[in-house]
């Protein structure tokens, strides 16, 4: 698929010498939704900002579209929709006028047609003459996005969209995403909940430091995410896997007194029966089992914790 955001060597440090973004580069392709995972901190606002030319990089190259974000900014910035982390709405203005504004200012003409449907989308429509103010926390981010999709963007941003929005909300916004990924939109979100990243995403990107640890197709993190291990704890520790079980890839755990073995849920065979008639054969005696599921919550732990 082509990509419609390229990142080449991003680099950006901060007036104060601080480096939130390092070396980072990206292809984002036509259609998909990439969920940026990542700590407080670790540059996913500085990214995005970055892309949407609101913070000048210090290095490396962004284009959007194949117009480069500095050099053709208007045309980039045309195709971008930008959902911030922070709230940022004129308190006084009705919601309707807001995102008749926001449209306005990508050059675009009045289309009151769409204004509608993406209000009513967000069910903002029997909101749209209240005042901004005088919304609730969840419905001042849904006209943030109105606003964001005011201009008909085939790029959006959401830095944290579902931060303080309540479940059935969040629900009606991941419909709303899905449905704009199939009208050819390309979505990049950001979170901390994993189990939103895994429920909507095509793909993972892991953020940290500044440094993209990792991106990768969901579907091929949740096979690998497919694998359990077993902890077989033994009723006397050993110093080695006996010879007579090293056909079954074994480890030993907790200085001998437990084996770990590895295996795929996914499988026909998983093995287990086997091996611990094996166990028996070569007079293991096992005191407890137990499984280990591993998650996309303990990749990214992990390699969190590896970068540290
Ligand atoms: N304008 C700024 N000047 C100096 N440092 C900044 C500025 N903006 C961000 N930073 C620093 O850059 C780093 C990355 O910040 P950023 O907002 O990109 O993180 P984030 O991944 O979006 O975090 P969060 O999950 O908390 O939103 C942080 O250490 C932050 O303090
Ligand atoms: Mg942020």
Not at 89 to 115: C, M, Q, W, Y
């Amino acid at each position: 698929m082509a990509s419609i955001i390229s990142i080449r060597n991003l680099t950006k440090t901060y007036a104060g010498g601080f480096t939130a973004l390092d070396d980072v580069s990206l292809e984002i392709e036509e259609g998909e939704i990439l969920a940026l995972l990542g700590p407080n901190g670790a540059g996913k606002t500085t990214l995005i900002s970055t892309i949407c030319g609101l913070v000048q990089p210090t290095s490396g190259s962004v284009t959007v579209g194949g117009h480069d974000i500095l050099t053709d900014y208007r045309a980039a910035r045309s195709l971008i929709g930008l959902v911030p982390q922070e709230i940022t709405i004129e308190p006084f203005e009705r919601v309707i006028n807001t995102t008749r504004f926001s449209r306005g200012l990508f050059g675009k003409s009045p289309d009151e047609a769409h204004i509608e449907a993406v209000l009513r989308a967000l069910s903002l429509w029997d909101k749209k003459d209240s005042r901004n103010r005088e919304l609730s926390g969840g419905m001042k981010r849904r006209v943030l996005i109105a606003k964001a999709l005011s201009h008909e963007p085939r790029v959006l941003f959401l830095d944290e969209p579902t931060a303080g929005v309540d479940v059935s909300l969040r629900r009606d916004m991941w419909a709303l995403v899905r449905r704009l990924r199939d009208d050819g939109v390309t979505i990049i979100l950001t979170t901390h909940y994993i189990e939103e990243a895994e429920e909507m995403a095509d793909r993972i990107g892991v953020i940290n430091k500044g440094k993209l640890l990792l991106v990768e197709e969901k579907a091929r993190l949740m096979k690998q995410l497919g694998k359990k291990k077993l902890v077989i704890e033994l009723h006397d520790p050993l110093t080695a896997i006996p010879a007579a079980l090293s056909e079954h890839n074994l480890t030993l755990l907790q200085d001998g007194r437990a084996i770990g073995y590895d295996y795929d849920t996914q499988a026909d065979r998983t093995g287990i029966a086997r091996l611990l008639a094996d166990l028996t054969k070569a007079g293991l005696v096992v005191r407890d089992l137990e499984t280990e599921q591993s998650s996309l919550e303990q990749v990214f732990m992990g390699l969190v914790e590896e970068d540290a």
